[in-house]
């Protein structure tokens, strides 16, 4: 038995609506705004009523129905559609998500943004019973164990099936007549449901899909529950009562956009309230200035400026225009490729000492590399300060982070990487500081403020299952080979 | 006889360099940051020595290089590349640059940025001679010219085919042992040389594109100069002496990129003191903080924070992924449609009174919906801040700005676009502001600090030639129809 | 429960090689020749010892495997193909063959030429038991049941299977270390065992494909065998032995390739004594010259003329080049489009009495639009002869011959159809001639010499299971409805 | 001065339709019965009265039409259409035809078929006189021409510039109210005239064009006659009287379809004839039977067989889906992949003495090769047959017939031939027989009987221009040098 670890993480942003004309094209519009949650792969299957329609592929939402016949033919007043983020090795078409699965007794469209923890252990059970899986991503898992009791109706049949899988997980499901969203025990991903002025409900992984669409925000969904939408309205069940919220902090670091309200926290104000605190804990007295790594490091970067009474300026410039990585010049162009994602402004850091922002350090490749670009550029002075906790450990709920061997902040101290990245100084936020900033009101007597922060102190809250034997095990021998 | 105005308008980015392996990998590069300068075609020509070698394409630059062994045939140790910005109705491949012409005694590359104010005059005449035109782009007429008079010699056909047209026009043109660079004698493009450490020298239309290479700023190309490149280094000719620098001012308005240098002036830099100077000429001493409109007006918005002692926050994100605009969904959804480019922080502009900083307005729409989609999330007050004067007169030197009907200065007072727009106050800047704000060290005693500022007052600085008679008359008889 | 009889239909090519060098570039030759069995989809699957690796799309050979990457890829020393005619409806890329299905102990691909007739009951069956199914293939159902009682090991597990699966089959399964190859007990299908110089096995559709790739013609497969390829070379088998040959006679009179020799008799031979029975049983005394129908009717034609002692004439000529049938002119022009198939030879056939040999009529739409054209050319008289019994019923075993409904001779009389088609006489073999015509060396004491020609006079062969009931008593009610 | 001789030449198929709806399409219909004549390439004009649209691509007329919309844009009631035979080498979109040029005073579409003998002069001459052509290809040197003297008035223009091009050409020239077609002085090319009910004309270069669009032929056109069809109908002018006809021999021999009929020949009569003539000079005593290569020899071979009494057999099968090419296997799999286009029917040679019929011998490879092929199947002797004369010298005017270094029959004896292609026995037509095979009745006194016979016997009813010199010469001191 090899499955490769790496290959069933996936990222993704999820929508689904129902209950109004041109279903599809509102799920365009929403999976165009949830974009940034995954660029290799879109799809959509659509519900008139009484059959469903599919159409994925590989690529871009705005690639992947560049010809808007294959939008108008997912005909229908309720859809659901996925963004997917996924590694190299796995990017079959048949991955693509949102799937759809055909039976004689009623069709099942399933869309799923998350990680399943013990996806190698169910998926070789159901082998082992005769099941046949048709992608290798871990997503199918479910409808397995929903087929198999089959006979207990189909909500009760994906209730225990819920039970079964462990991990991170939104689920959105589309059937003829209803339109149904689980989240997992710990809320590990952000789902939030919006309604249209006709009364329609809508299912997304951010809020910043609802503004797209026109939909107001209802409330967000929350550990356990099941959301069932049909022509009946809208109903909240539960599959489980035992849950605990942990909802992953790197969303509210880098992932989500800054205009999404996750759990009442916008995450433009968690960061820059991030940044301010960073400039409490790690000033740079000798600074002139300030500048974020765009786009994701701008919110913090005001903040800290603000915080430090420094001026806030646009000292790199990111190119909009995405260049195809395919092209492997020489060792000399290499070095210039580099430069085609970022630039730094001459006229700003010349002679200027500054604060650089970042979000986090992950390989510390980029890092270096931003910190030559200033230099080149006349910067005097370069102070890196990270808005988070180092990142030591990966995460196994649904956003690929890479290995624990590629993580630099799990084998360097602060001060080596300092010095590998070439800076004048570098500085991290606290764990205390980063659960203050975001400051969950919902989060009640949950640990760490309602948050994950295991990527930081490695105290994962949940068991690890697949991963705990043979993933943590070799990760403690720091015997790690990876192609 | 019946051109299109409107469609002999070109805005464009070029690039070219001489000396260097795999000189058409560095100008892809090359082109990548120039994107900006053009979406609708890109193309290459590359030359070994010998022979020259062209590919090009419609859309972006990846997409027309997605196949690497489109860029791989193209070898050599010189090439010009163009990106193209091209109105709808000439997208014909055969309008895509960089052109070039095979003659039996030698083949001819051409890329252009600008627009010819002669060139139906031009054509005409050439065609009544018994030339034949494969393209409908006006640079094409620079070949016939020079062919026409081909016994004096390439340069001096070159330097007098250059007296023959008009209007704004920076030339690269490449042959098997030579590149040679061209502008017109008010300098209305900006066009810059730089030097690799191996002597090589490159040409390009923003200094931006030198970083990305790793070449280093040598100087401007002045107006009336010809830059000539071969294996003995390079030579700075003149076609003509007459000439007074009146570089575009929309470049430093909004075109160019923030980290590009023209003529000694950092964009960037040069934006943040059009904001400051707008500060002080329309305060808004009830705002609660400024923000910007992404990504071209963040410099100008800074600027006017800090002039005016408000915070700089991040109430607009623009969603950095397109979608395509073909999707035509009915009226509700269009509404929604309009939100897929920006969308308003909640958390940031609710309950505030906003100054918003935007670097111009062409028909007004999009601050409309912009002054909606602030007001949707809550702002209290939403103050319109132009960091450029209203914008009355079209430009006739290459960028594409629209006709005279379509600009909504040129028909309202400020008062009514204020009104129609919806905003609470709207003030622009003042045009001794603006030339303040860029003081081109270079300009000399030229008119305006050396800039074009035409489009505010009307005030062109040469003849218009083929639009004097047939286009501005119609202007003023205000009988344009257009398709 | 509503599956559409006629979307399980399919008819097809395979090909399955075992230890050769580049066994896929073999397998995409041996395809090409088998093209004229499906030309929707096409698809290989190789193993190189270790791994399986696939490739496959919707269209021709060549025009899946257009970019040579895409074979080169399929490394390996063993292989299975398919190509694949697909009927409208059912036509996405999930159903395009070979299918692989990937397990955690070992993967297993699979492709076939055939038809199941109980296919809708198992699959009800399997998805009752918790079975997922990613095509609506009746192919997929056969790696169900193996995986259903995979502790009997594969090979038992696939005999125990292909005992459940009933109608018309021709399986290739390829593992990372063999072979197998099976055939429904009725033998409908063909398929041959050729081997190369080195020892090395093949197993073709039909024979022509062992030419193409140079191997040498070693047995017919027979009903009920197993043929199981390793290294240690090739073992036959038996999964049952309650077999009777009954092998379909219309790939004698139109499908195989002339060239190919089945269960003993080459094609062309076959086909051109049905042609001299023709004549003998439908003589034509008034004839000047014989014509046969390109391609499939030649051999028939100069059969018929030999025996009738005419001269055989080309008077029709066949487009080589296939035109888009999306093209949809104007009633006027739409009859001319008629003619860019075929075209009738004026300076042969006009002021003569010609007779036209095909080999069927289906619905007789082509029939009648030949006697026009060659009416138009200027033939005197029209004899139009059928070297097959007239088709009443259809094909439940591979061949999608439509439904009876639309079979012209299941409701009309010999008389009726003359007169319709407007032909001066129409003749047809009769079911004797045909049988004595191909006359199987191998069919021992088989009714109708081992062949099936059910389709002419209703006496299926076996149980028609799902068609029984559904089916063939709406046949009886004649109230069919078609899409 | 180094233009490519081979680069020139071109061979082509195009059709004229003037006063009918949906020209465009009537065109599609029409092309796809001339696709024989060129594959390389297609494309289509119309005129709608005011403007010329046009689309073309390459590809087969399928492939470069497979959106249906790029067809329906060519609005309009007349268009020209054209395929193209292009060599390798200047295969670039900018060579398809017909070419449209755009000129203040009025646009004009130019389709051609044939071959410029002074067109290497006529572009050197037009190039120093300033002009700038946009293709590689000969046939733009007619619109220079014309546009160079467009005083005259546009008729008067194409007369002129008529009599200045050299060689063999038919070409069609749109307006937007007018479509002309002009023949060269030989009428090297076929070119014929047909009429639809309504009245309006269609000019085709062969006459099965005319029936698959249903209109009844009329005449064929001339040598030196120009053909003018307008509003008002058909005109016949004339740009010379000094003509004399000389039609290609090679249209007859394998280039035209057998159902064409040219200057009043059917071809696949002149082809059976040729069998026969053949079937006397070249009898084969001990032989069993006849077999002709598909598709182009069955005529001559049906000719062969009843002239020696002798059974005509199909021996050979053509498989009619076309492989690409690009698959260049190792050299065991190339050897097989020879039989991807031609199989021998075992059934049907083994043990037999076959005379086998082709219409020509170029280089002698595929006839090696299929000498090979017949042995393998078991032919006992292998009689090969050439229904035309040796081929030693190549053709200017048209037919892309590789040059005479390549010519098998220019460098060898026949005897020499038959060891080498492994045949028992080989035989050519004469030239007297060609010549009363074909039998023109519009020859008048010509010479050979109104054909083009050089290919066989070196004299050339013309003097070459550009290729006396340069060409020939070199040919006789038999230094080519071919990339």
């Known amino acids: 038995m090899s499955y490769e670890i790496k290959g069933l993480n996936e990222e993704c942003g999820i929508f689904g609506v129902f209950g109004v004309p041109e279903a599809s094209k509102l799920t365009y519009f929403g999976l165009h705004s949830l974009q940034h ?13 009484e059959k469903l329609y599919q159409y994925r592929n590989r690529g871009l939402l705005a ?21 997917r983020y996924g ?3 796995n990017n079959s078409i ?19 943004n998350g990680n399943l923890t013990n996806a190698q252990t169910l998926k070789c059970e159901l082998e082992d019973k005769g099941a046949v899986f048709q992608s290798t991503s871990d997503t199918e898992i479910l409808i397995h164990l929903i087929r198999q009791k089959k006979n207990l109706g189909f909500i009760d049949a994906l209730k225990a099936s819920l039970n079964e899988v462990k991990g991170g997980f939104a689920f959105l499901l589309l059937r003829k007549d209803c339109l149904v969203a689980a989240l997992d025990p710990n809320g590990f991903r952000p789902m939030s449901i919006g309604q249209f002025d006709n009364g329609a409900y809508v299912v997304v992984s951010e809020t910043c899909a609802l503004d797209v669409v026109g939909a107001k925000f209802v409330r967000d969904v929350f550990p356990g529950e099941l959301v069932i939408i049909d022509k009946n ?27 999404s309200i ?4 916008t995450v433009h104000n968690a960061r820059k309230k991030m940044g301010r605190l960073l400039a409490k804990e790690q000033p740079a007295p000798t600074a002139d200035m300030v500048i974020g790594v765009p786009n994701s490091s701008l919110s913090a970067a005001s903040g800290y400026a603000e915080e430090a009474g420094l001026p806030y300026e646009m000292g790199l410039i990111k190119n909009q225009y995405i260049a ?30 500054v604060v650089v922002v970042d979000d986090s350090i992950v390989r510390g490749t980029t890092s270096k590399q931003l910190v030559q670009l200033l230099r080149d550029a006349g910067a005097k002075e370069v102070h890196m ?7 030591k450990f990966p995460c196994f709920y649904g956003i690929d982070m890479s290995t624990r061997a590629e993580l630099m902040a799990a084998n360097h101290s602060v001060a080596d990487m300092c010095k590998i990245i070439g800076a004048d100084t570098l500085g991290f936020l606290s764990i205390p500081s980063l659960i203050t900033a975001i400051s969950v009101p919902d989060a009640g007597n949950a640990p760490n403020g309602g948050l994950t922060v295991a990527y930081f102190d490695g105290k994962y809250p949940t068991p690890l299952y697949d991963y705990e034997e043979g993933y943590l095990k070799s990760l403690k021998q720091t015997q790690i080979q990876e192609g």
């Open 385 to 391: 300060r990270i808005a988070s906790p180092p990142l």
């Open 233 to 259: 309205g809208l109903r909240i069940d539960h599959y489980t009562t035992d849950t605990k919220l942990a909802i992953c902090s790197m969303e509210y670091i880098y992932f989500a956009r800054p205009d």
């Open 37 to 49: 949650r995954g660029q290799e792969g879109a799809g959509i299957v659509s519900s008139d009523g």
């Open 87 to 89: 590694t190299s090795g």
């Open 63 to 83: 690639e992947v129905f560049a010809d808007e016949n294959d939008l108008n033919r997912l005909t229908g007043t309720a859809a659901i559609g996925h963004v």
């Open 94 to 112: 048949a991955n693509v998500q949102p799937f759809l699965f055909r039976f004689h007794d009623g069709d099942i469209a399933l869309a799923h």
């Open 324 to 353: 195809r990585t395919f092209i492997q010049p020489t060792q000399e162009l290499r070095e210039r490729g580099v430069k085609m994602k970022l630039s730094a402004v001459r006229g700003v850091v010349e002679g200027k000492s």
């Open 262 to 265: 996750i759990h009442g926290v």
